[in-house]
Structures are given as C-alpha cells and as structure tokens.
C-alpha cells in the first residue's frame, strides 16, 4: 500500500514536469513546443510546428498513460510512459547536436535550457515510480495470504485435544464434566484378608462346644 502511493506521487510528478517542459526554453531560447515531432526523426528546422504537431503531444501521451497506470496501479504502463518522455528527450538532443555541431550549456541563456532538463527529470521520475509501485497482486497471490490471515475455527466436542492448531496433545481427554476418580493411597493387603482364617486354623466340625444364647462358649 505504501509502495503504491510513493510510486504513483513520484510517476504523477514526473507525469507532469514532462508535459510542463514543452513551455519552457530548450535550446538558445527556442520554447519545446516549437520543435515539431517529425523532426526528431528528419531533423531540425526553424519552422514552427502547428497544436498537434509539436513535441509537447508526444508529453501529452506519455502523461496520460502515466495517469493510467497510476489509476490501474500498473507498473507497466508507468515505465512505458518514462521510456516515451526518455526516449523523445534523448532523441531531440541527438537532433539538435547534429544540427548546431555541439550541444553547450552557457548561463547567458543560450545552449541548453531548463527544458530539456524537466523533460529528463519527468522521464527518470516516472522509472523511479515503476520501480517504487508494487503493482496489482493477482487473485491466487491475493487468496493464498487471505487463507494464511484466517484464524483457525475452534475445534468441536467430538475433538477435545486438537486445539491449539499445533496437533500437540490437549490437558486431557476428559469430556465429563465429573471430576476424575482418584486412585487408592493405600497399597498394602486387604485388610478382609488379614483376619480370614486359614485353612487349618479353624477347629473340626462338631468338636468344642457350642455357644449359649449370649454367644459365649460352654467349657
């Protein structure tokens, strides 16, 4: 998001120092409107050229399709655009220095003028906004972070120890509500089995005498 929004201030800013350097001087005076487009490939003339005619349609171009790639935030068409505005400045120059036999730069006004320097400086703004933008992110790309950023859904009754979404074993695999049994503390023997008597313990059936109503033996 941040790229995107640096990317398109850099692109519409370069957008528009490449349509605004057609008005200003670029060599010896001459404004950058009055150098005509087929010239660039014939060669200069001083004749002025017509509206339509001139170098500043070429910016014109370059600047809507800078506008467009910034509304569909495509990198493509941003760096189309600063390869036109480029492409045209570097170009005008290779024709004016086979023209005039040199190009100079002078403070008096004459050689190159502060034209040709917007027009440049527009160009490698609109690369530097392809460069910046991230771009429209395709669905696939866009479904596959949505399925990362998706918290997990909690688990049901049937699966008591799957949650965390780690797999790792829950506190327990108890579902009653009930508390659990605890074990016995003590482990020694029964003790029913330490007064049973024994096999040869007890006295032969009929001997000794049997007891009275209140439970006592007669001697």
Known sequence: MIRNVLGSVLALAGAAAAVLSPFRDWYDGRLGRHYRVDELFTGITAGR???????????????????????????????????????????WMVRQGESVGSLTVAGDGSGLGWGVAGAAAGGVLLLLGAA???????????????GHDRPYAAPGSENPDTWP?????GPSVQTSTLPEPE???????????????GPGS?????????????????G
Do not use: K, N
């Open 132 to 146: 910046v933008m991230s771009g429209r992110r395709g669905a696939g790309h866009r479904s596959v972070h949505e």
């Open 49 to 91: 050229p017509g509206p339509l005619g001139s170098i500043l349609v070429a910016f014109l171009f370059a600047a809507v399709l800078a506008v467009v790639g910034v509304v569909l935030r495509s990198r493509l068409l941003v760096a189309s655009a600063g390869v036109v505005v480029l492409g045209f400045t570097v170009l």
């Open 183 to 197: 074990p016995e503390l003590y482990t020694g023997p029964d003790p029913a089995e330490r007064h049973r008597p």
């Open 165 to 169: 979404p780690t797999q790792e074993p």
């Open 202 to 218: 007890g006295r032969a059936p009929g001997s000794g005498s049997a007891p009275d109503a209140d439970g006592r033996p007669h």
